[in-house]
Each structure stands twice: as C-alpha cells, then as structure tokens.
C-alpha cells in the first residue's frame, strides 16, 4: 500500500469528509498533541449545511484544495 503524508491541521479543522459519499475511509489520522474530536453524522450535517449553505462551498473547495495537495504529494 502507498503511503503519503497529507498534511498537519490546526484546531477547528475537519477531516472525514471523504466517507460523505458512502464510501471507505481513504486515510488514517494520528495527533501530535492531546486532542479533543467530535462525530458529525450526515444528518446533521445536512441540517448545518440547510441553516447555512455557504459551508457546503467551504466544504467543497476545501476538499478540492486536499485532493490537489494529495495528488501533488503522490507525484513527487
């Protein structure tokens, strides 16, 4: 299996926006410091996203923005 290093995040990031789709988990995360997560499932999201439709775009670029960075990390 290829592994690649995708990036580090700050506090307030997300992660798992992969599996919106139904679909497998495409990476694993470890914390390099204490951590405090939350679980977001789809329904609330959808109702997140109903009160304020400006997130999805947020969301959208945000994922295009770590395919890119994915893609570009897999070619070098």
Known sequence: AVQAHLGVYG???YLGEMSLDGG???ASVETLEAS???VVGRATL???????????FELLAK???RARTATL????
């Open 36 to 38: 405090t997560c939350a």
């Open 63 to 65: 994922v295009i923005r």
């Open 24 to 26: 497998r988990r495409s």
């Open 73 to 76: 990390s897999t070619r070098q």
């Open 11 to 13: 506090p307030g990031e």
């Open 46 to 56: 959808e109702a997140f996203i109903g009160e304020r439709p400006q997130f999805a």
